[in-house]
């Protein structure tokens, strides 16, 4: 979770509002006696009428209009060229690519000569690299059309989000590390950080996700968290993110949703990470710091950018948020179609996790552990 200057003055108790009642449904997969008159968000469009609002639009739109600085960085300095580039194959693995890869009968096309550089990974990486490669290409043509959801994850997904974990370029220079999250059972808690729906048209958006991107921390600083925390937080809320439970320390900086079917993984994505940023808004977090999300139909993956804006006094509905929550996107990531599409998947989810290391953590260490130290 992106976290960036502290409050100016400490809070000795929470100031999460209650808790809806409990006749209230805590996910709309739930039936009550509430839900005959409300409906289940199935289109991220609908997303617009909860609040906060959370709303979508196209990367392309989007450029030359004024978005926040931290936001432009994070394109900019660390996704433009990752997105954009074609140079996504090790050089090194040129001859075994063309003997396992390179035919029709394999794939749907050979690699394009224009397509290998070096450095890309390790010299000691590339064996297992390659494997993870060929796993997840063999893996998604035998489960493609005919697997559930939690198969495709744990075939074709999982094997590329594991070893992104396991690559130096997932470590700083310092040792400090990323790791991947199986969040798919993590509810957000406590209740009152998801999006509510203006004038009951649609149940509250209580969602899950199947991944997140964290930074791994020591001992001390897990303990100087929990214990910080539990005591500052006196009513409730005692984590640094929008979970509780075993996910409540971890600083999440990217989330990842999976489906291989009809429906939309935006709509989850949308109100999870709005409950992101009103885990901000509560705790006096800054707003400005954007957050990765991948959104992965079948074989395709796509990147879009979410971070708030904050609406003027005559554009905030009654009642409603001070903000709303922004995704610019999608951007092509790559497909597990084939042996180039899951190099270019890798390729970018590097690209991210150097702006885990290199811009998240520090913001991390500096306002979020630092104040909790003082405590």
Request: with cysteine.
């Amino acid at each position: 979770m992106p976290q960036l200057p502290p409050p100016t003055s400490p809070r000795k108790t929470s100031s999460y509002p209650k808790s809806p009642s409990k006749s209230r449904p805590s996910s709309p997969s739930k039936t009550s006696s509430t839900a005959s008159s409300t409906k289940v968000i199935t289109k991220k469009e609908q997303l617009a009428q909860m609040s906060p609002s959370i709303t979508f639009a196209d990367l392309e739109i989007v450029k030359g209009q004024s978005v926040l600085k931290p936001v432009t960085d994070f394109w900019n300095d660390y996704m433009k060229l990752a997105l954009y580039e074609d140079e996504v194959v090790p050089e090194e693995l040129k001859g075994p690519l063309e003997a396992r890869f390179n035919t029709p009968m394999k794939t749907k096309g050979p690699i394009p000569k224009w397509s290998y550089t070096r450095g890309l990974f390790d010299s000691t990486e590339l064996t297992q690299v390659l494997e993870t490669v060929e796993e997840v290409v063999k893996h998604a043509r035998a489960q493609r059309g005919i697997s559930h959801e939690p198969q495709w994850v744990s075939k074709v997904v999982a094997p590329i989000m594991s070893r992104l974990q396991r690559l130096s370029s997932s470590k700083s220079a310092d040792g400090r590390e990323v790791e991947d999250l199986n969040i798919s059972s993590v509810p957000i808690a406590p209740h009152c950080l998801c999006p509510t729906s203006i004038a009951d048209v649609y149940n509250d958006a209580d969602r899950k996700v199947d991944y997140g991107l964290a930074i791994q921390l020591d001992y001390e600083e897990l303990i100087t968290l929990q214990t910080a925390v539990d005591n500052y937080r006196v009513a409730g809320g005692a984590s640094i993110n929008q979970t509780q439970g075993w996910t409540a320390f971890k600083p999440i900086f990217s989330c990842t949703e999976v489906k291989n079917d009809a429906r939309d993984p935006l709509v989850q994505l949308g109100t999870w990470i709005a409950a992101e940023f009103e885990k901000r808004s509560l705790e006096g977090y800054s707003m400005d710091f954007p957050i990765p999300a991948i959104a992965i139909y079948g074989d395709e993956w796509k990147l879009w950018i979410a971070y708030s804006v904050t609406l003027p006094a005559n554009d905030r509905r009654p009642g409603g948020k001070s903000y709303r929550v922004q995704f610019i996107g999608p951007v092509d990531m790559g497909n597990t179609c084939n042996a180039m599409g899951v190099f270019k998947i890798l390729h970018v989810l590097k690209a991210i996790v150097r702006w885990g290391l290199k811009v998240f953590e520090p913001q991390f260490q500096k306002n979020v552990l630092a104040r909790y130290r003082n405590k």
